[in-house]
């Protein structure tokens, strides 16, 4: 906000008057010293030539260090400083200078693949510590385990930006965290721990008594997981993906009195996960996917369950989903596609409001579907390769307005594809194929879906001509209609209007394909979209369509 000239004149006199309240609130009055100290940092670091600083560069030698941006103080000392994504890397010698830094974040840049200097341990005041994706290599160096002063600590780097992997060997995790007994925050991510059996558990629990959020995914950790974890009783965030435990989840994960968070997806569990954990009333997160040899049911929700994420693809849970599912009343994203469920969807399911993510696809439930329309925000919707049977017609389709993706292929739907599916403003696939959907397409009178990408209806029933107004769906890339009973006769002229298509299918209905070529001047011709795949088998075609002959791309 603007202060306005008048108040500052009116101010002014306030704070003679009251200069020591003045002094007293002010945040600010860098000690000279410090500001000498920041200076000398700002001039021994490297920045990369490619990227440019944000915060230091504006480093105003004038003003109040304190206010200078990403430096916090107190009493004149420097006590914070965020250095974030400022594309540093070379001499950090002059930041151990800083005796009184609480606060110290050089995540996200640049030290390729140097060490962690082990002048840290100068930094006795250290509380939070952020190094992640700072560029660091090697072994941890064992000053850092002399920063008892920890809460936070997070050394923790993505695999996927290709960084070399910090590790944890001598010294180990044990000698690490021993004597980090206030942490409550620890990302070591992408650090190789590959600690024998359950060394990390035990090396954790007998230290990190106030630890809340341990995150270790890809840090090549083994099973099993000791009993000893439950010490930490305050965890409520756990994460340990991508790691190969080959080793059953124990039950007492489900005594975590504050569990919100536990995602274990890639981690090669095996056996038979507890039920029980469905049941932790704190729990929001849960993301077992990827375990391809877990097994497991879903239990009956208790009432005022938390679960808003809940990710089982890819696992070999089975049995059925109980009525009590809707008791998830902030159920989010549900995923358990591939796995072995059967058995149909709940109805109950009608009441879960807070969709926005729904793929139960390659499973085997059968049965109708239930209605959707009260999850207004709904984006995605997969049900794919089933055995669901009936209409589609128990949802509102037009009270979807966020829908985005609907894929519905290989079950047994039938009767007629609502018309209001072709007119749902941010909708880019429509995939409806092999399934027993009847009726005429020209049923529908407003295709004003322009965001559509994708329509496949192919190996259905449907009959009747195909109405002009599909081609006027400006987006669409792939269109598939093939192995229906369309019929009657089409310009293929329509598709110069489709300027992204790349994919065309209409073989195997019974129509009757013109292509109108009198007008074939070369410059008509290149106003075809340039398509990949066009698909024509049994179409009575009549005329060799000369498009073709400049399609490079075919
Ligand atoms: C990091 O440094 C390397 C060379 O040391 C340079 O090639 C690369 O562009 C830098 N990356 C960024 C994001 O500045
Ligand atoms: C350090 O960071 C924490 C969390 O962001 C914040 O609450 C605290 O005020 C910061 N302390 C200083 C000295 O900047
Ligand atoms: C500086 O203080 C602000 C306000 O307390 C806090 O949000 C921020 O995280 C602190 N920055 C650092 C680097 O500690
Ligand atoms: C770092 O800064 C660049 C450029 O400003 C930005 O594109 C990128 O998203 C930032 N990365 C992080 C992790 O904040
Ligand atoms: C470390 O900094 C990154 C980038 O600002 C942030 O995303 C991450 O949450 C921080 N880690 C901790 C433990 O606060
Ligand atoms: C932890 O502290 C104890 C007592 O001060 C000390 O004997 C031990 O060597 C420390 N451990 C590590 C790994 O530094
Ligand atoms: C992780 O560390 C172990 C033991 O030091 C080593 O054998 C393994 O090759 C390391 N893995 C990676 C990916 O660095
Ligand atoms: C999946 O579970 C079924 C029993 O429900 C079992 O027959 C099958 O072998 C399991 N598959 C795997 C890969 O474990
Ligand atoms: C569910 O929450 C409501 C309101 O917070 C509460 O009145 C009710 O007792 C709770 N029911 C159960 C079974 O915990
Ligand atoms: C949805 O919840 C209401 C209120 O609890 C209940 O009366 C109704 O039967 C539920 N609908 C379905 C389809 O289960
Ligand atoms: C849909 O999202 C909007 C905006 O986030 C929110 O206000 C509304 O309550 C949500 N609707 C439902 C049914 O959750
Ligand atoms: C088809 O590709 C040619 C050559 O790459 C390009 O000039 C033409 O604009 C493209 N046509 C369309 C409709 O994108």
Redesign the pocket.
């Known amino acids: 906000m603007r202060i306005p000239f008048t108040s500052w004149v009116f101010l002014i006199p306030i704070c003679s008057i009251f200069l020591s309240f003045c002094i007293f609130v002010e945040a600010g009055q860098c000690l000279d010293s410090q500001k000498s100290l920041l200076v000398q940092l700002k001039n021994d670091l490297t920045f990369s030539p490619a990227?440019t600083s944000?915060k230091i560069a504006q480093w105003d030698q004038t003003s109040d260090c304190c206010f200078w941006s990403g430096v916090n103080c107190s009493d004149g000392y420097v006590t914070g400083l965020d250095l974030?994504?400022e594309s540093i890397s070379g001499d950090l010698s002059s930041l151990f200078n800083f005796q009184n830094l609480q606060n110290l974040s050089l995540?996200?840049n640049n030290f390729s693949g140097s060490q962690i200097p082990s002048e840290f341990e100068k930094l006795t005041n250290l509380r939070y510590l952020n190094l992640t994706?700072a560029g660091f290599a090697g072994q941890i160096p064992i000053e850092i385990s002399r920063l008892t002063r920890l809460v936070s600590l997070d050394l923790s780097a993505d695999v996927f930006l290709g960084a070399t992997p910090l590790k944890l060997e001598d010294p180990n995790l044990n000698m690490l965290v021993q004597n980090l007994s206030e942490l409550i925050e620890l990302q070591l991510d992408g650090v190789n721990i590959s600690a024998r059996g359950n060394e990390w558990c035990r090396a954790l629990s007998s230290s990190l008594q106030n630890l809340r959020v341990l995150s270790l995914s890809n840090c090549y950790l083994s099973g099993p997981i000791d009993s000893n974890l439950l010490k930490l009783q305050y965890l409520s965030i756990i994460r340990l993906d991508n790691n190969k435990l080959s080793t059953p989840v124990p039950d007492f994960f489900a005594n975590f009195r504050q569990l919100t968070s536990l995602r274990l997806s890639f981690s090669g569990l095996t056996g038979t996960f507890p039920g029980k954990i469905f049941q932790v009333q704190t729990l929001e997160i849960l993301d077992l996917s990827n375990n391809v040899l877990l097994h497991g049911r879903l239990p009956d929700f208790p009432q005022n369950g938390s679960l808003r994420t809940l990710f089982l693809s890819n696992t070999n849970f089975s049995g059925t989903l109980s009525d009590s599912i809707s008791n998830l009343i902030k159920l989010s994203r549900i995923d358990l596609s591939n796995c072995n469920f059967s058995g149909s969807l709940p109805h109950s399911m009608a009441n879960l409001t807070k969709l926005l993510f729904l793929d139960m696809s390659s499973n085997s439930f059968n049965g109708p579907i239930p209605s959707f329309s009260m999850a207004k925000n709904l984006t995605q919707i997969n049900l794919s390769h089933n055995d669901l049977i009936g209409q589609i017609t128990s949802t509102s389709w037009e009270e979807l307005q966020y829908l985005v993706s609907l894929d519905l292929r290989y079950n047994s739907l039938n009767g007629s594809i609502p018309a209001s599916l072709f007119s749902l403003p941010l909708l880019q696939k429509l995939q409806l194929s092999n399934n027993q959907f009847s009726g005429q397409l020209n049923q529908v009178f407003n295709f004003s879906s322009h965001l559509l990408d994708t329509l496949d209806l192919s190996s259905n029933n449907l009959d009747g001509p195909i109405p002009t107004p599909v081609f006027e769906l400006q987006g669409l890339k792939l269109l598939s209609l093939s192995s229906n009973n369309f019929n009657g006769s089409l310009q293929l002229n329509v598709i110069q209007r489709l300027r992204n298509l790349s994919s065309l299918d209409l073989s195997y209905n019974s129509l009757l394909v013109e292509y109108n070529g009198n007008d074939g001047i070369n410059s008509s011709l290149s106003s075809f979209p340039n398509i990949t795949t066009l698909k024509l088998a049994s179409s009575k075609l009549k005329k060799f369509p000369d498009f073709l002959k400049n399609q490079s791309k075919l």
């Open positions: 990227a944000k974030t994504n995540a996200y994706n």
